[in-house]
Structure formats: C-alpha cells, structure tokens
C-alpha cells in the first residue's frame, strides 16, 4: 500500500535532523568517556583499573599491571581523540577496543555485568560508524 506523499514528508524533514542529533549524541559520548576513563587509568579515582584486567594479560605481557592500564589510558584517551577527528575511523577504534575489554573480562570469569554493557557500547559505536560513513556519503554526493 502506498502512503500518500503529504504524510511521509514531515518524516523526511525530521530524517536529516535526527541523524545529526544522533551522529552528535553518539560522537561527543565516544569521544569523551574514552578521554575520561584513559586519564583515569593514571589516577584512579573512579575504580581500581587493575581489578578487571585478567591475570593471562599480565602472563603475557611482561609489565605490572597498574603500566598495563596506563597504556591502556594512552590508547583509551587516542581513541577518544580519533573519534572527535575522523569518527568514521574512531568509532572503529572504540570498537575494536570494546571488543577487546569484553574477552578481557570474558578471559577473567567475572565482571559479566561490565562485559554485557560493553557490548551495548560497542553497538553503540558501530552504529556512530555507520552514521559516520553516511555522512561521509552524503557529502561527497553533494559536491
């Protein structure tokens, strides 16, 4: 059944809006919890980061722990960055580093909870990477 013009026009209008405000939703959260949770790594204010890191990675990687989390700061806050500046590369980042932290915490047996609401996070930044190549899309369209 087709719908009459007049009524799918105010969506379409609504449509480019809402992309926008959902692109700049999704990028400003990606782009500010890596920042703040990497410059927390040095500081550890909110939690004790070490806790959630699995003894495997400290078998492999020849460092303490507490060196461990401040590269994971630097590549935390880098991430954050590459998402401000090229969100369509930074949200692959985000989530590639999500994924990461997942079979980290996946490797530890505990911290289920923190895992599953990653997931929903890296869901997140795979639809601001879609968001992100559409505009890029529309752009090069328009030129």
Same mark, same amino acid.
């Given at each position: 059944?087709?719908?009459?013009? @007049? &009524?799918?026009?105010?969506?379409?209008?609504?449509?480019?809006?809402?992309?926008?405000?959902?692109?700049?939703?999704?990028?400003?959260?990606?782009?500010?919890?890596?920042?703040?949770?990497?410059?927390?790594?040095?500081?550890?204010?909110?939690?004790?980061?070490?806790?959630?890191?699995?003894?495997?990675?400290?078998?492999?990687?020849?460092?303490?722990?507490?060196?461990?989390?401040?590269?994971?700061?630097?590549?935390?806050?880098?991430?954050?960055? @590459?998402?401000?500046?090229?969100?369509?590369?930074?949200?692959?980042?985000?989530?590639?580093?999500?994924?990461?932290?997942?079979?980290?915490?996946?490797?530890?047996? &505990?911290?289920?909870?923190? &895992?599953?609401?990653?997931?929903?996070?890296?869901?997140?930044?795979?639809?601001?990477?879609?968001? @992100?190549?559409?505009?890029?899309?529309?752009?090069?369209? &328009?030129?």
């Amino acid at each position: 059944m087709k719908t009459p013009t @007049a &009524a799918t026009a105010p969506a379409a209008t609504l449509a480019p809006a809402s992309h926008r405000q959902a692109f700049l939703l999704l990028r400003t959260a990606f782009t500010v919890a890596p920042v703040v949770f990497g410059l927390d790594k040095f500081t550890n204010l909110l939690t004790d980061w070490t806790m959630y890191l699995a003894p495997l990675v400290t078998d492999v990687v020849p460092l303490p722990a507490q060196t461990i989390m401040y590269v994971v700061g630097v590549v935390e806050i880098a991430a954050g960055l @590459a998402v401000a500046l090229t969100p369509r590369f930074g949200s692959l980042l985000v989530a590639a580093w999500l994924l990461g932290i997942i079979v980290n915490l996946v490797i530890l047996g &505990a911290f289920y909870d923190v &895992a599953l609401r990653d997931a929903g996070l890296l869901a997140g930044a795979l639809a601001l990477n879609r968001l @992100a190549s559409a505009r890029g899309s529309l752009r090069r369209t &328009a030129e």
